[in-house]
């Protein structure tokens, strides 16, 4: 652990294992959401296949990347991320939308609620380190925050597109 970083952070007055709790929290969701797109990316059907098909594979690549910041950041702050997939399922904020049905629309219907609900706790974490003063976990959220709401964007611009053909 940052044993420096984590000092700061605490004498800001926050707490820091609430903190690590919320972001093992998200960093579930991550987790969750790429295993969504990426299995959502193997069964797709329908209209607009091949292009929804590279934006599910792109995000996944995403959302892999927030969980990298997640554990790097929780280990600074002196946690541990969640070792047991197991456990993604207990403390995920966001769930897991079973890809069951193969259709595109359906597909983008299930992944643009993910996105939402992402970008409604990544900006509860955000208005908490905000009031915490951690500069660091709150510039590492804000861009994880930045992305989600590309993401929401990329996949509303499909969904218009899918339903006008
Ligand atoms: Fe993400
Ligand atoms: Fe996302
Ligand atoms: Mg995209």
């Known amino acids: ?14 707490d820091v294992k609430e903190l690590i709790k919320k972001l093992n929290k998200a960093y579930a969701d991550e987790w969750l959401a790429y295993i969504q797109y990426w299995t959502g990316a193997q069964v797709i059907e329908g209209k607009m296949r091949p292009d929804i098909q590279k934006e599910l594979m792109e995000h996944a690549g995403e959302e892999l990347g927030h969980a990298q910041k997640l554990a790097d950041r929780i280990i600074q702050l002196g946690g541990t991320p969640i070792l047991d997939p197991k456990d993604y399922f207990k403390q995920t904020n966001c769930g897991y939308l079973v890809p069951s049905n193969f259709d595109s629309k359906e597909l983008l219907k299930q992944n643009i609620a993910g996105e939402r609900c992402a970008i409604s706790v990544y900006n509860d974490i955000l208005e908490y380190v905000r009031k915490g003063k951690d500069a660091i976990t709150f510039h590492i959220i804000r861009g994880i925050l930045e992305d989600e709401a590309e993401h ?14």
């Not at 929401?152 to 053909?165: I, M, R, S």
């Open 1 to 14: 652990m940052g044993r420096k970083g984590t000092e700061i952070a605490a004498k800001s007055g926050m």
């Open 152 to 165: 929401e964007q990329d996949l509303e611009d499909l969904q218009t597109d899918v339903l006008a053909k």
